[in-house]
């Protein structure tokens, strides 16, 4: 069967990972049920523009899920427990996975996080664990992508970038340690390559990172892009706990104190030409950021 006439169902379609899946996935012909607790929001409005069936559903309501998955070939799963609550994030990944296996899908692409190391004491790699865990119980064909820092934290407002990740990041994890990056709009490509790919990649872990450059070499490389050095604010660890969690320092922590995944060869084996920082900046700051036309003049120069 085509990819064309096979159906991806795409969990938090609206989202970051979900949305950049969604795309790639209908750049390279899939079919694409878009899943989503709000299908009349802008963002559901924007992924039907471009080709999506956009659904009603939500991770907690294991019937909508079920309904949502009727004949599809695929599901991308993916869960906020930083918005949502570890506990909640656990329960809605098993009920996705316990719906996919009971709809009969063929392979189901999971969005982790960290290494997979267990008991890591990060709340969000832990409670990912225990997902894939339920998922090998149902005998569900899946693969794991791991990510490792998202790119999008440097610019993107919900994390708190010139709080977090220039300011406290360095402070616990060091400012000329090098740093795995990946793109979400990478990530998505990814997927899309893994769905088209079940039988070379079910069953595996993929740990993903495009480039690799430390938290001052990336505060030299937005200075070169836009032209100044992105902004920081001083601000208590205890304070910043409060918006994440804990987890995001949790995440520092663990990277600190341990080894960090450098090797970018298996991600492009799968993916040739990831994003590295340069490029990614180059590409998203116009919209992330809000250039001048002065700036841009500047930094079309560069």
Request: with cysteine; glycine share 10%; charged share 20%.
């Amino acid at each position: 069967m085509a990819d064309q006439d096979r159906w991806i169902a795409v969990c938090g379609a609206t989202g970051r990972q979900g949305g950049a899946v969604t795309r790639a996935l209908l750049a390279q012909g899939w079919r694409v049920r878009a899943l989503t607790r709000r299908p009349n929001n802008e963002r559901a409005r924007d992924l039907r523009r471009i080709g999506a069936e956009v659904t009603s559903a939500d991770m907690e309501d294991p019937v909508s899920l079920r309904d949502s998955f009727d004949g599809v070939y695929g599901v991308f799963s993916v869960q906020n427990g930083l918005a949502n609550g570890f506990d909640r994030e656990v329960i809605q990944g098993r009920n996705v996975a316990t719906a996919a296996k009971q709809s009969g899908v063929s392979h189901l692409v999971y969005a982790s996080a960290g290494t997979g190391a267990r008991d890591t004491g990060v709340p969000s790699w832990d409670a990912k664990i225990q997902v894939e865990d339920h998922m090998k119980r149902q005998g569900l064909p899946f693969t794991s992508l791991r990510p490792q820092a998202l790119m999008e934290l440097m610019t993107e407002k919900s994390y708190y970038p010139q709080l977090g990740t220039w300011n406290i990041w360095p402070r616990i994890y060091g400012d000329n340690r090098p740093v795995p990056w990946m793109a979400v709009e990478d990530v998505g490509l990814i997927a899309a390559a893994v769905f088209a790919g079940t039988n070379r990649y079910a069953g595996q872990s993929l740990v993903l990172v495009g480039d690799v450059q430390s938290l001052a070499q990336c505060r030299d490389i937005y200075r070169g892009v836009i032209g100044k050095y992105p902004r920081s604010f001083p601000v208590p660890i205890w304070l910043f706990d409060r918006f994440t969690r804990g987890d995001v320092t949790a995440i520092w922590r663990y990277a600190a104190n341990g080894e960090v995944p450098l090797d970018t060869t298996a991600t492009q084996a799968i993916h040739p030409n990831p994003l590295s920082v340069r490029q990614w900046l180059m590409k998203t700051c116009d919209r992330q950021v809000g250039l001048t036309e002065d700036q841009q003049g500047g930094r079309r120069g560069t």
